[in-house]
């Protein structure tokens, strides 16, 4: 267990760190419900949840509220804590599962590495976001219900504990915790009393309403906020979204390939009893394999994630390395080495991107955690912006709310704005609703728009015009296109501003209003022209 966390320190410290905005999003609500009880992100705007775990914002709202630190810090080293907390969940379930002979060492060590490897949980880590939390949640609970005596009141009020936090942690945990409380009443209680069987689902289900019922009164919907923003008309469209995400993982490395097929076919090993030569066990692959493919076909149904990279596949992968633990130990005969080879395949492929420039990893993990002083650079921007403006239009850099909590921050892709997100969007929804389409309309004296803080060139240089008729300057400029729709108000209204030198070097690109162009030109930005 102890290689399998150091092998999983060095993987994480070599996952690229994405866009961290939304990992910022949680700490403004964090901070809101600190100070004043309540969750909004503006004032104005009303209750509105712009995050998708409530787990997660009750976790980093009581750090944040006990040690009164830099909440940077905290949130980045509560995501290292989480995510090797879950590799050594992963690791010790394989080693309690393991038989005394060799062999079976041998396979619970590969499958702890397995856990170890999962590059796409070191990467969803990195967004300082809930999947380490849904991982450690997903594989306690796992564990718990596998492992711990039934008979126990103790344990029973554990699992509905567990069931809750799950459902709590993501939407997508519901369905898993329904299954393990089903699992538990028709298989491990089986042979208890009605009341001991069906208990910890009672009391589970009872918290579940509840909280969906609060849910529902505080902030007028079942989902969070985050899905609708995320999601098209057509659930259909969302599949093949889902379909093409998980392809395109699979895709990514040769090795990744197989785990993806064996999330879909190894439950099928199950119905084979002869097979087995530990009764116990095959059940426990059981629940298992079927809580990985649960996991895998919600990534589909709801579409899978924007982002290029598998972060949404790293739970049903962990689960399937605990229904592949178990196949390990309870498979009779040849077969057991089925699964051991299938995790020597996965671990041997992960192998190659985890280990490369171990002087970079190691000096990365010295670094750790990042804190507040790493973003200086933005943080010195958004408040130079808001000495010449009270509200701010943004598609990318949610993060400007936590750095000026008095700005009026509108989020264009309608995470953190409840009617942008219920908009209609009958085609492809891959980053929210919005966007540059609706940037003029807010009327915001400054619009922040596209995915980067810096480019190379000043957007001060060139005319409003050219940006909103030519797609190559648009692109080169603001990474993105500027939609026919809102080109005569964007006109009408903005010129092209830049921050020269910003961070050293690179310039800020952003529109200005044109009655608040003066102002920000004498704290020193350069100031384009419409025509």
Not at 27 to 53: K, Q
Not at 222 to 245: H, I, M
Not at 314 to 323: G, Q, T
Not at 329 to 349: C, D, E, M, N, S
């Amino acid at each position: 267990m102890t290689l399998a966390v150091v092998v999983g320190a060095l993987v994480l410290a070599g996952a690229r760190t994405p866009n961290v905005d939304d990992g910022f999003i949680v700490l403004v609500y964090a901070r809101h419900l600190i100070e004043h009880h309540a969750i909004y992100w503006n004032v104005a705007d009303g209750a509105v949840d712009g995050f998708t775990s409530v787990a997660d914002l009750a976790q980093k709202t009581l750090v944040m509220a006990l040690l009164h630190g830099d909440a940077v810090r905290e949130t980045h080293a509560l995501a290292i804590v989480e995510h090797l907390a879950s590799v050594a969940a992963g690791a010790g379930i394989a080693c309690i599962a393991a038989g005394p002979t060799w062999r079976a060492n041998v396979a619970a060590a590969i499958a702890a590495l397995a856990f170890a490897t999962n590059v796409a949980l070191a990467d969803a880590t990195t967004y300082w976001l809930e999947t380490p939390l849904y991982a450690l949640v997903a594989l306690v609970a796992l564990g718990t219900l596998v492992f711990a005596p039934p008979e126990s009141r103790t344990v029973r009020a554990l699992l509905a504990f567990e069931w809750t936090a799950l459902a709590l942690t993501r939407p997508e945990g519901l369905p898993l915790a329904v299954l393990f409380a089903a699992w538990f009443a028709i298989d491990r209680a089986r042979h208890l009393p009605t009341r001991a069987r069906w208990g910890p689902g009672a009391w589970f289900a009872l918290a579940t309403v509840a909280y969906l019922a609060w849910h529902w009164a505080y902030f007028g919907a079942l989902a969070p906020n985050t899905f609708y923003a995320k999601s098209s008309d057509s659930r259909w469209q969302e599949v093949r979204d889902g379909v093409e995400y998980v392809r395109a993982w699979a895709g990514s490395d040769p090795t990744r390939a197989l785990p993806v097929v064996l999330l879909f076919v190894t439950p099928l090993a199950a119905l084979a009893p002869r097979w087995w030569s530990s009764q116990p066990l095959r059940r426990a692959f059981i629940v298992a394999s079927a809580a990985a493919f649960v996991a895998i076909a919600e990534v589909i149904v709801e579409g899978g994630d924007s982002y290029d990279r598998g972060r949404f596949v790293a739970v049903p992968l962990a689960l399937l390395f605990v229904a592949l633990a178990f196949a390990s130990q309870g498979l009779a005969g040849a077969r057991v080495w089925i699964p051991v080879a299938a995790l020597v395949v996965t671990v041997a492929g992960e192998a190659r991107h985890s280990f490369s420039h171990l002087d970079v990893r190691l000096a990365r993990i010295a670094a750790w955690p990042d804190d507040g002083r790493d973003f200086r650079c933005e943080m010195d921007l958004t408040r130079l912006l808001a000495k010449s403006a009270t509200r701010i239009a943004e598609t990318d850099f949610q993060r400007m709310k936590w750095f000026d909590d008095d700005l009026d921050v509108v989020d264009l892709a309608g995470l953190n704005d409840r009617a942008r997100a219920h908009e209609r969007n009958p085609g492809r929804n891959q980053w929210g609703k919005g966007g540059f389409r609706d940037a003029p309309a807010t009327g915001a004296e400054v619009l922040v728009l596209g995915p980067r803080w810096l480019y190379a060139k000043s957007m001060a240089t060139v005319t409003t015009r050219a940006i909103a008729d030519d797609p190559q300057v648009a692109r080169e400029l603001l990474g993105a296109r500027f939609p026919e729709s809102a080109r005569d108000a964007l006109l009408a209204r903005y010129v092209p501003a830049a921050l020269p030198n910003a961070c050293g070097g690179g310039y800020m690109n952003f529109f200005v209003r044109n009655d608040r162009a003066p102002v920000l030109a004498s704290s020193g930005a350069a100031i384009g022209r419409t025509e």
